[in-house]
């Protein structure tokens, strides 16, 4: 072959001529990869890693301190209807019940009551009280002895049917809540599968190209996840950030394979031959998915910049998935292509189609697809380049339209609200947290001293209480915590409000600016409010950060690529709008409440509050997928003497088979987390879907095109003074082939 060679071409030329090299490499990389890193152990991070400002410095003591890791249980005991108080005798037996049965279990200590000396809260109206006791053991593991004191609770209540008798508490929850959560995960991962192979049946019917994508990017994926356990001896990583790992490394691994087999495909629909198929897809889709990944890493490591440890995290799981996802795209890809050759292409699905339609229907026809150009995209083409203002103001003027409520967008801390669905312990604390206003979500002070026991530091402690009470927005319970070196004290009180609200927060300041200062000089304040406060704060400094450099970045990433600056401001701006677009989806449907019947949930009037940083960080990366694809090939159609206008109509026809599927297995992945039981992921699921689907179709095949006709030549203005700008091509510049063998030649595909 002569002439210039693209990094990603090289790369696919050498798997394809050494395939068996290229597959164990693979295989024993994944392997050994998998194994190791199961051996190494992922490290998560501690508590403090993922706060921010005065709850880390308080969270980091807390965590040097040596305190017993407790899990804490409390068990509600209301009456139903009003009549019984504490005082009554019928009450009494159903605490002492309560506190006989807990103790019989042998899992519990420190049973308090509101008939000890040191007696636990008890409501104005004497009506409601609470039962505390702590789980024996590890904190960590309490879990898993929580069932025997949940089931001796509910004995109880099924003794006093006029009483409330329900437990709830960090252990109950973690078991509760943590199984139906995890249920839901296993649920959605395997979901996921099933409709990915589904919709690469139906793009590609053949089983051999459907699966292949799967098995590339669950390798991927696994090879990933390995890696991340030595990573994250270094940069410790949230539990979450295998989940996101999985959805990003199945979304783009997918991606990436669909470009490059689409591309293999149909140049041997052309009759080219195998090798020289294999070629040209890796000149042309290799490098489109090498650009591609190149810009998702980049965007992905923004999230560094928050300095934010559960982002952090998710940067470094999403880039070692993307990079892997690339790696194994530009070698093993061509390599497997190059082994099954045409058998990738054995029609089961689609002959069994036009067998039973008698020859009359064919997933060609269904998919509009017809030597690799659609015919559906191909009449929506049309009307787009014949009146381009009118579909930029129409479609720009949709998605300015569904932008506008993001200005509305309100953030909020997860709250025991973001679990739907029917979960007693949930309204349990909110019964508790109706009864004893921030008692699920208090207030904690942290101090250090030489002795924290003292007599004049104890009154101290007593002169913080005094105060705290004193201003209003602070109630019982009240308690103190010593480790035992006897240097810290963790002072747990109540805060008015729901935790969340401007009650709280205005409850966190007045502790921070006038209680603490006073009382206790130079102790910290964190708790879940404080912690989301801190949060808050850190991530509006940090945001305009993160934006600048993924924007910045990603600008000059495209510039290099394709020597035009139109076309990278452009891709930018059209990026930012489909973002802005699924911002104002979210605000509309989880923060206004439209199609809460329809999916299932009750909204609590807030986007979580980390969730559009990392939507605008994933979006942003995945959607340059298809705007780098679809532009490669009208630039390497233009680079063949097509004009902009043809260049662009071929580019759009000749993807969007490619981009159609890409963009159903994404929307499909995606949707799978409105299933779970947490808003948060509800919100991540239908915000990703919407922003890829609303991308795929309104940005991708109306705006983009209409764009570029309206600009015409000028789509490829670059400034002499950018002139030094290497000349990368996005077509295959090999001379053409030798004539092929008969074995070689392929007839073109119908």
């Known amino acids: 072959m002569r002439g210039r060679r693209n990094i990603a071409a090289a790369i696919g030329g050498w798997s394809a001529r050494h395939r068996w090299a290229a597959l164990l490499i693979w295989i024993a990389f994944v392997a050994l990869a998998t194994v190791a890193g199961n051996a190494a152990g992922t490290v998560e991070m501690r508590g403090y890693e993922s706060a921010n400002g005065d709850s880390r410095q308080a969270e980091q003591i807390l965590d040097g301190a040596g305190f017993k890791n407790v899990a804490g249980e409390i068990v509600l005991v209301q009456s139903r209807t009003g009549t019984l108080t504490i005082a009554d005798p019928a009450f009494r037996r159903a605490v002492e019940d309560v506190r006989k049965a807990v103790e019989a279990t042998g899992q519990v200590e420190h049973v308090r009551t509101p008939y000890d000396k040191e007696p636990s809260p008890v409501t104005q109206d004497r009506r409601t009280t609470l039962v505390q006791f702590d789980m024996k053991g590890d904190g960590g593991t309490a879990e898993e002895r929580i069932q025997p004191v949940l089931d001796a609770v509910a004995r109880v209540q099924g003794a006093h049917p006029d009483l409330r008798v329900e437990e709830a508490g960090s252990a109950s929850a973690d078991k509760l809540i943590g199984e139906a959560i995890d249920k839901d995960f296993v649920r959605a991962e395997q979901l996921s599968l099933p409709i990915t192979i589904g919709i690469l049946l139906a793009a590609f019917g053949a089983l051999l190209a459907a699966i292949v994508p799967v098995a590339l990017a669950m390798t991927a994926i696994f090879a990933a996840t390995g890696l991340l356990a030595f990573t994250s001896h270094l940069l410790h990583v949230d539990s979450a950030t295998s989940n996101v790992m999985l959805l990003i490394g199945l979304a783009v691994g997918v991606d990436y394979s669909l470009f490059y087999i689409m591309r293999e495909r149909e140049e041997r629909a052309r009759g080219r031959s195998k090798k020289r198929a294999i070629e040209i897809a890796a000149a042309t889709s290799g490098r489109a998915v090498l650009i591609s990944g190149i810009t998702v890493i980049v965007a992905m490591a923004g999230m560094f910049l928050t300095g934010n440890g559960v982002f952090m995290g998710f940067a470094e799981g999403t880039i070692l998935v993307v990079l892997t996802a690339v790696v194994g795209s530009l070698t093993v890809l061509p390599a497997l292509l190059s082994l099954i050759g045409d058998k990738i292409d054995a029609r089961l699905v689609h002959g069994a189609v036009r067998v ?41 003027g949709l998605l300015v339209g569904l932008a506008i409520p993001a200005f509305q967008l309100k953030t909020g801390t997860q709250t025991i609200d973001d679990l739907q669905g029917d979960y007693q312990i949930a309204e349990t604390f909110k019964r508790i947290d109706k009864a004893f206003p921030g008692g699920n979500e208090p207030a904690v002070v942290v101090v250090e001293a030489a002795d924290v026991t003292t007599p004049a530091f104890t009154a101290k402690i007593e002169d913080f209480k ?90 000059v990433l495209l510039l290099v690529s394709f020597r035009s600056l139109v076309v990278a401001v452009k891709a930018i701006a059209l990026n930012l709008l489909s973002v802005a677009a699924a911002y104002g989806v979210l605000v509309l449907v989880f923060q206004k409440g439209y199609g809460e019947s329809l999916l299932g949930f009750h909204s609590t009037g807030a986007i979580t509050n980390w969730l559009p940083l990392f939507l605008f960080v994933i979006l942003f990366g995945l959607s340059m997928d298809y705007h780098v694809f679809i532009l490669s090939r009208i630039r390497e159609a233009y680079d ?29 992945v995606f949707s799978t987390f409105a299933t779970l039981s947490l808003l948060t992921f ?39 003074w950018l002139g030094w700008l290497p000349r990368l091509s996005h077509g295959d510049d090999a001379a053409e082939e030798a004539p092929e063998t008969p074995e070689e030649r392929v007839p073109a595909l119908v």
Do not use: C
């Open 356 to 396: 039973v339609t008698g020859g009359r229907v064919t997933w060609r026809r269904i998919l509009g697809v017809r030597g690799g150009e659609s015919r559906v995209w191909g009449a929506v083409m049309r009307p787009v380049l014949r009146h381009p203002l009118v579909s930029v103001l129409l479609a720009g």
């Open 466 to 555: 005094r105060r705290a009470l004193a201003t209003g927005e602070a109630n019982e319970p009240f308690a103190v915590a010593v480790n035992p070196a006897k240097t810290v004290a963790k002072i747990s009180i109540g805060i008015k409000g729901t935790g969340a609200d401007e009650v709280s927060e205005h409850a966190i300041r007045t502790l921070r600016d006038e209680v603490v200062p006073a009382a206790l000089p130079g102790a910290h304040v964190t708790g879940n409010t404080a912690g989301s406060m801190d949060f808050n704060e850190q991530l509006g400094r940090r945001i305009p950060l993160v934006f600048a450099f993924v924007l910045l970045l990603a600008f």
């Open 640 to 668: 063949k003497g097509m004009s902009t206008e043809d260049a662009v109509a071929f580019g759009i026809r000749s993807t969007a088979a490619v981009v159609t599927s890409a963009a159903l297995i994404m929307v499909a």
């Open 682 to 720: 509800m919100q991540m699921g239908i915000g990703l879907a919407v922003a890829v689907l609303i991308d795929a179709t309104i940005v991708r095949a109306v705006l983009l095109p209409a764009t570029m006709k309206l600009l015409g030549d000028w789509n490829w203005y670059l400034p002499r």
